[in-house]
């Protein structure tokens, strides 16, 4: 997952959400999630972290997610953003 915060036309900060996941008989397994690649600029930084929070779809319709959170500091602009990815398993 991928996004951009803009301000005024300039790009402050890059984030990014990365799953990591299994696929098998027993459905979709979340292994561990990053923010690598996660950037701030010169007019800012970024402070980045994320969890699993479900990590197993183990029947057609279940899903799982991770969530990352983003503290940016900057002249441009403050405060938190949060990424949520949901990966459903639609066949097995």
């Not at 397994?29 to 690598?36: E, F, L």
């Not at 600029?41 to 994320?50: E, L, P, Q």
């Not at 991770?66 to 500091?73: E, L, Q, R, S």
Request: with cysteine.
């Amino acid at each position: 997952m991928f996004n951009d915060e803009y301000t005024s036309g300039v790009t402050v900060a890059t984030l990014k959400l990365g799953n990591h996941y299994s696929v098998g008989d027993y459905g979709l397994k979340m292994r561990y999630c990053d923010v690598g690649g996660t950037k701030g600029t010169v007019w800012t930084s970024v402070d980045a972290s994320c969890e699993v929070y479900d990590s197993k779809a183990e029947k057609v319709g279940y899903d799982m997610n991770a969530v990352g959170t983003y503290k940016i500091n900057g002249k441009l602009n403050n405060g938190y953003i949060v990424l949520t990815s949901y990966l459903q398993l639609t066949s097995l």
